[in-house]
């Protein structure tokens, strides 16, 4: 019994080395942008020979079917562990997804297929401390987001009060309500066509001074609020490179540390050796027979 836990156990521990090692990262790396392209190139079934996508579509199965069997190594080597990671949790779903049977019923799962490309975010682990960077400074996007509500309302408020009440349908049409006020000045923001879709209008009915307001609202909610939006993410990048430099220093103290300890390990070794070879010849001296 216990060496059929014993053999279990070496059997685990070959098996973890080998979906942990670089050339199984880079073949499932490889897979994931392969299946891209399939699914990229499917997108113009119509267009291709009847042959080509069915080959195409039995080579993403076959991928499909060595996501799973990767996800059920990992089952079999970790267990109920395997569901303490969030991104094996994407794993798992987004692989279950892939495994959902055509049909009518089941199109836009089946659509889903592609956030198998999305896996490149966990198995790269430069794309894999991004996007947890990005999701660390979720929290303070959120007071961010709230800030620019805020003055979005505010002015989409005075906007509605100083521009909407006009015959123009044009300009009724983007200030003559809240919502709509809202929405144009979402776009001057963005500055796609704010000069002559929108502000250009506002002047044409009669507000020769418009473009200071829209002006101010621009230096102040794209220059100044979106602005703390890429603050925050570098800031979120930094501590997590940070973060990340410190576990690789710690983890050459501790290879270090190590390394020392088999040192020591080995002196002592040696100098018992030394002792034992220095006993040794005193008692062959004291064996051998006086010339």
Do not use: C
Not at 108 to 131: G, Q
Not at 216 to 231: G, K, Y
């Amino acid at each position: 019994m216990a060496r059929a836990t014993l053999d279990e156990s070496t059997s685990n521990s070959a098996l973890e080395a080998a979906i942990e090692s670089n050339w199984f990262l880079n073949l499932i790396t490889g897979l994931i942008i392969i299946n891209a392209f399939i699914l990229g190139i499917l997108t113009y079934s119509e267009a291709l020979p009847p042959t080509s996508v069915h080959w195409l579509e039995i080579m993403d199965r076959a991928i499909t079917f060595a996501f799973a069997l990767e996800i059920s190594l990992k089952l079999i080597v970790y267990r109920l562990q395997f569901f303490r990671s969030g991104w094996n949790w994407f794993d798992f779903i987004v692989v279950g997804i892939s495994l959902v049977p055509g049909g009518q019923g089941f199109s836009v799962l089946r659509a889903m297929r592609v956030l198998r490309v999305l896996r490149l975010l966990h198995v790269v682990p430069m794309m894999r401390r991004i996007t947890e960077a990005l999701l660390k400074a979720l929290p303070g996007m959120g007071a961010i987001v709230a800030v620019l509500a805020l003055l979005t309302y505010v002015y989409a408020v005075m906007a509605t009060n100083m521009y909407g009440n006009t015959s123009d349908p044009e300009v009724q049409q983007l200030f003559g309500d809240l919502p709509s006020s809202a929405f144009s000045l979402f776009q001057v923001m963005t500055m796609d066509g704010w000069r002559f879709e929108v502000v250009q209008k506002v002047i044409d009915d009669g507000h020769p001074w418009a473009p200071f307001f829209f002006l101010t609202f621009i230096f102040i909610a794209s220059f100044a609020v979106l602005n703390l939006f890429i603050a925050l993410v570098v800031d979120a990048l930094a501590a997590e490179q940070k973060a990340a430099t410190e576990e690789l220093i710690d983890d050459i103290e501790e290879e270090a540390e190590h390394a020392e300890e088999e040192r020591d390990e080995i002196f002592d070794l040696l100098r018992s050796l030394k002792n034992e070879i220095a006993e040794l010849k005193s008692a062959v001296s004291q064996q051998s027979p006086p010339r």
